[in-house]
Nanobody, 126 residues
Framework: VQLQASGGGLVQAGGSLSLSCATS????????MGWFRQAPGKEREFVAV????????EYADSVKGRFSISRDNNKRTVYLQMNGLNPEDTAVYSC????????????????????WGQGTQVTVSS
């Protein structure tokens, strides 16, 4: 499975960005898709995850109400809409794939995701 994240950039505080992660290989409809981020000098942290069907999602407390994850199974792509950005959101954002059974709970742990994209830089200026 290969993943390609895009959409990062430089934005002012309060602004918005939309990230995309296109995949190839495997059966996309069997993948739970996650977004994680890593800021300089910090550990990678969970941002959001969406189920195989797209019917359920979970978010880190720090982004709830501001970020929205979605997916298009026909396009094999997962999205992360980020609104109300602040400098603390500055990080490299990476998408990740976890092949799961339909009833598996969503995971917020990066170790559960075997496939990762290369990441896209998001920089929020104050």
């Amino acid at each position: 499975v290969q993943l390609q994240a895009s959409g990062g950039g430089l934005v002012q505080a309060g602004g918005s960005l939309s990230l995309s992660c296109a995949t190839s290989g495997g059966t996309f409809s069997r993948f739970a898709m996650g977004w994680f981020r890593q800021a300089p000098g910090k550990e990678r942290e969970f941002v959001a995850v969406i189920s195989r069907s797209g019917n359920s999602a979970e978010y880190a407390d720090s982004v709830k109400g501001r970020f929205s994850i979605s997916r298009d199974n026909n396009k094999r792509t997962v999205y992360l809409q980020m609104n109300g950005l602040n400098p603390e959101d500055t990080a490299v954002y990476s998408c990740a794939v976890r092949s799961t059974i339909l009833t598996a709970p969503l995971s917020i742990w990066s170790n559960d995701y075997p496939y990762w994209g290369q990441g896209t830089q998001v920089t929020v200026s104050s």
